[in-house]
């Protein structure tokens, strides 16, 4: 069988894709983790400078806000001013939006290979079909041309 009918047009080969599937993975999860770390680190910076009685060091600071982006919370340091509760707050709510961020992507990733994987064995499914009819011809001493030629006489007579 010609590969035009097997392959159309030009695709990626297997490992082409897997490897691009890799490097979308691990830049997205070097992404997130370094936003996670840059959050920390502007949380626990701000909340020392804002709340500098409950967070004497940044170091301290850093910690609280490692908790709080991660959504720990083991409340052994926590704001006690508004101006820290207001960071507190924004610390929370954007740890809890990149959770949620990363839990729809591997959602969304294990969905799409669901779905590539069906229409891989769909694919595969009408390659094995399309191979058994060309063998069927093939057997019978017939061509793709003599079936065109059938089928034209057949619409022929439909039509007339």
């Not at 804002?50 to 060091?57: G, L």
């Not at 290979?113 to 011809?137: C, F, K, M, P, Y």
């Amino acid at each position: 069988m010609p590969e035009s009918v097997i392959r159309p047009g030009k695709q990626r080969s297997i490992v082409e894709h897997r490897v691009q599937r890799i490097i979308n993975a691990r830049s997205v999860t070097l992404g997130l983790a370094v936003t996670f770390v840059l959050l920390a680190l502007i949380g626990g910076i701000l909340i020392r400078f804002v709340d500098h009685e409950n967070f004497p060091s940044v170091g301290l600071g850093i910690w609280w806000a490692l908790q709080t982006v991660t959504t720990v919370g083991y409340g052994d340091v926590v704001p006690t001013t508004l101006a820290g509760r207001v960071i507190g707050g924004v610390v929370m709510v954007i740890g809890i939006a990149f959770i949620s961020f990363v839990t729809a992507g591997v959602t969304s990733a294990l969905v799409r290979r669901a779905g590539e994987e069906s229409r891989a064995a769909d694919r595969a499914h009408v390659i094995e079909n399309t191979q058994h009819i060309l063998d069927e011809l093939a057997k019978n001493g017939q061509t793709l041309a003599d079936l065109e030629k059938r089928l034209e006489a057949i619409d022929s007579r439909l039509a007339g």
